[in-house]
């Protein structure tokens, strides 16, 4: 069963907060995710890393930054909240070995909404 | 150009029955994977099913099976004896091997209503 965890599972904030999206795994993995989903749409990735101080952007511009200090911890963070960054943020992590055919684990996701 | 196509938007099927869920796929890389994920109304995306680029047989997990037709570059979800539990979305993708940097790249998802 897969080990990947995220808080808060819901959060409601006013404009111009400062967040941050918690996410961690135990399972060792060297690459993680982060996704934008809104609801019933598709997934757009928005970040991703290869290891510990690798961090790369997505194919959908986010103004969100991300940080890998750890391998098992890979936060997100909005310096300053808008309505339209109001989605479902979901993280998932994959094996390093294999290549490319492991499969990513998803933890079960940050629904925000920003007033 | 879309990578991954989902052309069902929803679906019904009777409880019991099997159902097949559309997924065509866009790559020129030699090496992919495509996967299939579920994801219930909570919101968790959960792991169905993996295919192979160079995989000859078919793949099956318990009740989901992949219909792989590289030629036409399809990778259908059959889901066999539906159960009122499958209700959910369904998401289609793929990883590209050779150029896709261990992204993975998801379709636009089929909603799946099972009927009692």
């Known amino acids: 069963e897969a080990d990947i965890y995220q808080t808060p599972r819901y959060l409601v904030i006013g404009t111009g907060k400062k967040i941050t999206l918690e996410c961690s795994q135990t399972?060792?993995?060297?690459?993680m995710y982060w996704y934008q989903q809104d609801p019933g749409m598709e997934l757009h990735l928005i970040h991703y890393?290869?290891?510990?101080?690798?961090?790369e952007k997505g194919d959908l511009s986010s103004e969100s930054t991300v940080s890998r200090i750890r391998t098992e911890h890979f936060p997100l963070t909005l310096e300053s909240a808008r309505p339209s960054h109001t989605s479902q943020y979901l993280c998932?992590?994959?094996?390093?070995?294999?290549?490319?055919?492991?499969?990513?684990?998803f933890g079960p996701g940050t629904r925000l909404t920003v007033l | 150009a879309q990578k991954i196509t989902q052309t069902q938007p929803g679906m019904f099927v009777q409880e019991k029955e099997a159902v097949t869920l559309d997924c065509t796929y866009d790559?020129?890389?030699?090496?992919?994977?495509l996967f299939w994920y579920k994801q219930p109304s909570s919101g968790e995306m959960i792991f169905l099913i993996y295919?192979?680029?160079?995989?000859?047989q078919n793949a099956t997990e318990g009740r989901y099976s992949l219909n792989f037709q590289k030629a036409r570059k399809s990778a259908n979800l059959v889901i066999s004896a539906s159960q009122l539990g499958d209700s959910a979305m369904y998401f289609c993708?793929?990883?590209?091997?050779?150029?896709?940097?261990?992204?993975?790249?998801f379709g636009a998802g089929t909603r799946l209503f099972v009927k009692a």
């Open positions: 399972m060792g993995h060297d690459k």
């Open positions: 993708a793929m990883r590209e091997g050779d150029t896709g940097g261990f992204k993975t790249i």
């Open positions: 295919q192979g680029s160079y995989d000859e």
């Open positions: 998932a992590s994959s094996a390093g070995t294999g290549g490319w055919i492991n499969e990513q684990f």
């Open positions: 790559t020129s890389d030699q090496s992919y994977g």
């Open positions: 890393s290869y290891g510990v101080n690798s961090t």
